[in-house]
């Protein structure tokens, strides 16, 4: 039984940073791995996601703020928001691709197993 289980959202002010991770369980922690956000009324947004050998991708709307990282030891995924932005405000998933063949890449299509989201909010 597959497992991802978000934590770290929470109100962040404009400008500062906020760290998100995300704990795999059940699960062979060696796949490629994504953050995705979605805002009320807005679809479902890739915002970074990394490969077993740490190759990272960003969307061009976080790129320089957002950092992707993981660490296997502890099978878990980090999002750092840093300067943040108000319209970074939304519920944030984590997502693993299915395929030991993988490389990082954002589009939701690409993933078989979802968290239940973290809540950022931008004050």
């Known amino acids: 039984h597959v497992q991802l289980v978000e934590s770290g959202g929470g109100s962040v002010q404009a400008g500062g940073s906020l760290r998100l991770s995300c704990a795999a369980s059940?699960?062979?922690?060696?796949?490629?791995m994504g953050w995705s956000r979605q805002a009320p009324g807005k679809e479902r947004e890739g915002v970074a996601a990394i490969d077993r050998q740490t190759t990272t991708t960003y969307a061009s709307s976080v790129k320089g703020r957002f950092i992707v990282s993981r660490d296997d030891a502890k099978n878990t995924l980090h999002l750092e928001i840093g300067s943040a932005k108000p319209e970074d405000a939304a519920m944030y998933y984590c997502?693993?691709?299915?395929?030991?063949?993988?490389?990082?890449?954002?589009?939701?299509?690409?993933?078989?197993?979802w968290g239940q989201g973290t809540q950022v909010t931008v004050s």
């Open positions: 059940g699960y062979t922690y060696s796949h490629c």
């Open positions: 997502a693993a691709q299915v395929s030991a063949y993988c490389y990082a890449r954002l589009d939701a299509s690409a993933y078989g197993y």
